[in-house]
């Protein structure tokens, strides 16, 4: 009963505030469709905050909302259009174009949120020998562990090793010592720390950590046919990202944590402590992804064979309404 009066407390917080007003509906229009696909790890927080006050404020805009076990699935969906909108890795979306799929990238709505977290003290050179878990071979974790450890003469394969591990069983993968260590999003690193069989590995910070992993991606075809709904949902994606670091400022994530709840269901401490920290160096600020470290981990995964050759990126981004939404905010 507690947690049902704190939610309500926080939903009447959003609209009295207005901090994620989508805009107004004006007289009666039929009732638009998108479908979100999201996955439960923080980085994905401003889709689900975003998707709370839609349902409260736009009733002419029809959101579904389905939740994955991990981006193999949601890539999936993706690929069949069953949903039309997600924040996929970048790699992912790089091999979909590739593969013929037309999608675009919007923008971006997080940055950081996974790390690497070991079962004894040390720094990235004490990775040799250990097998690390990653969300998958082809995951951006995985190409940004080839890209840190190769100049440090650690080969992929032969130095440490690395191992695709689902997002539901890496708790219970790294606890019955299936794998040694672990380069998984939030909020995994911080369930472990919690429970003291793990540390954050020394000499990560702006180097494994901080980067952005994930784009906010949209099959092309539902793009062109409803540009409002997407203009809508850029909208509210920026303010929810401003709501959240807001949170994280003034109320140490509180308000994020009991929302999250019922979309994620983590334990709200461990959010709490994950965001206020910055675990990960995970941040909502930045909305536009960069040519330059798409170029990076396009090279990089040319180089591991996960991409058969490089993307235009020009026919690939599409960030005009996210540059818009910007604005607005």
Not at 166 to 180: A, C, F, K, P, Q
Not at 291 to 312: C, G, P
């Amino acid at each position: 009963m507690i947690r049902i009066i704190k939610q309500v407390i926080f939903l009447v917080f959003l609209i009295t505030q207005g901090s994620l007003a989508w805009p107004a509906t004006q007289g009666t229009r039929p009732i638009q469709e998108i479908r979100i696909g999201y996955v439960p790890i923080l980085s994905q927080l401003p889709l689900v905050v975003s998707y709370e006050d839609l349902g409260i404020s736009n009733r002419s805009v029809k959101i579904i909302m389905t939740r994955f076990g991990s981006f193999n699935g949601l890539e999936a969906a993706m690929r069949v259009q069953a949903i039309d909108f997600a924040s996929l890795p970048v790699i992912t979306v790089l091999k979909m174009k590739i593969n013929g799929i037309d999608v675009k990238i919007v923008g971006q709505c997080s940055a950081g949120g996974s790390r690497l977290v070991t079962r004894n003290k040390g720094g990235l050179k004490d990775i040799r020998g250990l097998l690390i878990g990653v969300p998958d071979l082809e995951s951006n974790e995985n190409l940004l562990l080839s890209l840190v450890f190769s100049p440090m003469d650690m080969r992929l394969g032969i130095e440490y090793k690395t191992i695709g591990i689902s997002l539901g069983t890496v708790i219970e993968d790294y606890t019955n010592n299936r794998i040694d260590s672990m380069f998984m999003p939030e909020p995994f690193g911080t369930i472990i720390e919690n429970r003291k069989i793990g540390f954050m590995a020394e000499g990560q910070k702006d180097v494994l950590t901080g980067k952005f992993l994930t784009v906010l991606t949209i099959n092309s075809s539902f793009l062109n046919k409803n540009k409002n709904i997407v203009s809508a949902c850029l909208e509210s994606i920026v303010k929810a990202c401003g709501f959240i670091e807001k949170d994280i400022k003034d109320l140490k994530a509180k308000q994020v944590s009991i929302l999250q709840k019922k979309y994620f269901d983590y334990d709200e401490d461990i959010i709490a402590s994950s965001l206020e920290n910055r675990k990960g160096e995970i941040s909502f600020t930045k909305f536009l992804p960069e040519k330059k470290e798409i170029n990076r981990f396009s090279e990089e995964a040319v180089k591991m064979k996960i991409l058969t050759h490089s993307v235009n990126l020009d026919d690939l981004l599409s960030l005009e309404i996210m540059k818009q939404a910007m604005e607005k905010k």
